[in-house]
T-cell receptor, first 115, second 120 residues
Framework: DTGVSQNPRHKITKRGQNVTFRCDPISEHNRLYWYRQTLGQGPEFLTYFQNEAQLEKSRLLSDRFSAERPKGSFSTLEIQRTEQGDSAMYLC?????????????FGDGTRLSIL | AQTVTQSQPEMSVQEAETVTLSCTYDTSESDYYLFWYKQPPSRQMILVIRQEAYKQQNATENRFSVNFQKAAKSFSLKISDSQLGDAAMYFCAYRSARGALINQGGKLIFGQGTELSVKP
């Protein structure tokens, strides 16, 4: 179990730029989740994948956000035309279907700062 | 929609003492799972303890135990013999049992968190 890996750990960019984050889940996990966490708050669900299919998206995921999981393994989260309000920690988690009481395993997160 | 509320933004405990963190939730579902996660500063979120709603017995993991009151929709975490390493942000989280279904997802719904400090 190598754990969930997220890259980069930190990203600083100017407002209006595009950014892309990567998440590598635990290899045997078929579900992958993205959450956003702002300072002093709990994580909020953004979207999730079952294998390569994106099956649920939160209302928080505006049309500037897009997520992919092309081969059912790693996933990318892209934010276009970044805004100040996008500054947050973006967390990735992975887990298995049909094991509802099993925990989702979280990565270290990518902290995004918009200048 | 389900919600999770943690009404204690900050808590403090003396080393070796016991502390209880509160969590309430709102749901119309009868089958679900509850979790407590720990997030140390600048570190990964890790699971502390889990509880299945259909189980009446409260979950226990070493120094950590829960008081699960289904009717009251309350799920508190008790930390016994507190250690300096317990200092962290603690999040209560809810997950629908329907998450096993492909179109439900099994996403976690988190509370706002409680920051626990441990005094030596």
């Amino acid at each position: 179990d190598t754990g969930v890996s997220q890259n980069p750990r930190h990203k600083i960019t100017k407002r209006g730029q595009n950014v892309t984050f990567r998440c590598d889940p635990i290899s045997e996990h078929n579900r992958l989740y993205w959450y956003r966490q702002t300072l002093g708050q709990g994580p909020e669900f953004l979207t999730y994948f079952q294998n390569e299919a994106q099956l649920e998206k939160s209302r928080l995921l505006s049309d500037r956000f897009s997520a992919e999981r092309p081969k059912g393994s790693f996933s990318t989260l892209e934010i276009q035309r970044t805004e100040q309000g996008d500054s947050a920690m973006y967390l990735c988690a992975s887990g298995n279907r049909d094991r509802g009481n099993q925990p989702q395993h979280f990565g270290d997160g990518t902290r995004l700062s918009i200048l | 929609a389900q919600t999770v509320t943690q009404s204690q933004p900050e808590m403090s405990v003396q080393e070796a003492e016991t502390v209880t963190l509160s969590c309430t939730y709102d749901t119309s579902e009868s089958d679900y799972y509850l979790f407590w996660y720990k997030q140390p500063p600048s570190r990964q979120m890790i699971l502390v303890i889990r509880q299945e709603a259909y189980k009446q017995q409260n979950a226990t993991e070493n120094r950590f135990s829960v008081n699960f009151q289904k009717a009251a929709k309350s799920f508190s975490l008790k930390i016994s013999d507190s250690q300096l390493g317990d200092a962290a942000m603690y999040f209560c989280a809810y997950r629908s049992a329907r998450g096993a279904l492909i179109n439900q997802g099994g996403k976690l719904i988190f509370g706002q968190g409680t920051e626990l400090s441990v005094k030596p």
